[in-house]
């Protein structure tokens, strides 16, 4: 059976041939060119909503009907 001083020799020895260890290494993933473009769109969008676009417009519609009467009752 091989000996725990031997399979540690060995996963370092492949470690170091592979020159880019990921285990243990969280900050060099943080530090990435791509994970930092993904870090920078925290918001997100909202999704449409219909409630929100039809009481708006009603607001509209009746603030519009609003200054129209009164603009024509002061003219009449």
């Given at each position: ?70 603009v024509?009752?002061?003219i009449?």
């Amino acid at each position: 059976m091989s000996d725990i001083t031997n399979l540690t020799n060995s996963i370092t020895h492949l470690r170091d041939r592979k020159k880019k260890s990921t285990f243990g290494q969280t900050n060099s993933l943080k530090q990435s060119p791509a994970f930092r473009q993904r870090g920078l769109k925290r918001e997100r969008r909202f999704a449409t909503d219909y409630f929100m676009m039809v009481a708006y417009s009603l607001l509209g519609a009746s603030i519009l009907s609003q200054i129209f009467l009164i603009v024509w009752l002061d003219i009449i």
